[in-house]
């Protein structure tokens, strides 16, 4: 019904952001199948070998950014095997929580950083309190103010994908950053 009303709107900026998020909702409930797909034992990967451009392109294409909430910069270029749709979800998710969690007052944007065999993405706050084991676990979340967001599943979506792809997630912080990686 929503897509039918969209259509008898005049174009404008609003009718793109619209348009825009229905299709996200689309993907969004493609994404949870599968998920649950995963979570079933029941899917099969797709392996092939990609750039990290491609990679971050499909990424890109599944959210909804404005050009003032990143920053990208690039060191160096290099491909991967990996599922190109299960990949781009687990980089949304960690790109999703940096904006999510950043603290805008202290850094107007997050950062996603390609170095050397690495995705980074660094978004300004408060330190995690406990281990990032605690945070991969399903519907786990800390008792700070980030406990009021989310539903303690995308950490734990991103594990399992990069488990299945034998890549590694890594936390640190540094310079009251919070900085997620995965190292391929």
């Known amino acids: 019904k929503g897509k039918i009303a969209l259509e008898m709107i005049e174009e404008s900026k609003y009718k793109t952001i619209l348009k825009k998020s229905f299709q996200n909702m689309d993907e969004l409930t493609n994404e949870l199948l599968q998920i649950e797909r995963l979570n079933a034992n029941k899917i099969n990967f797709d392996f092939q070998n990609y750039t990290i451009e491609t990679i971050l392109a499909e990424t890109f294409s599944k959210m909804i950014l404005e050009e003032e909430q990143i920053d990208l910069l690039q060191e160096d270029s290099f491909q991967i095997d990996a599922d190109i749709n299960f990949m781009s979800i687990a980089l949304k998710n960690l790109i999703d929580n ?12 997050i950062l996603i950083s390609v170095t050397n065999k ?15 084991d605690f945070y991969t676990d399903t519907f786990t979340k800390d008792d700070n103010s980030r406990s009021n967001l989310g539903y303690g599943l995308g950490l734990n979506i991103v594990k399992r994908i990069l488990d299945i792809h034998h890549f590694k997630l890594e936390y640190h912080y540094e310079n009251r950053l919070n900085i997620f990686s995965i190292r391929f």
């Open 98 to 109: 940096g904006l999510k969690y950043n603290d805008f007052t202290q850094n107007k944007k």
């Open 118 to 132: 690495k995705i980074s993405i660094a978004s300004s706050g408060e330190k995690l309190t406990k281990p990032l």
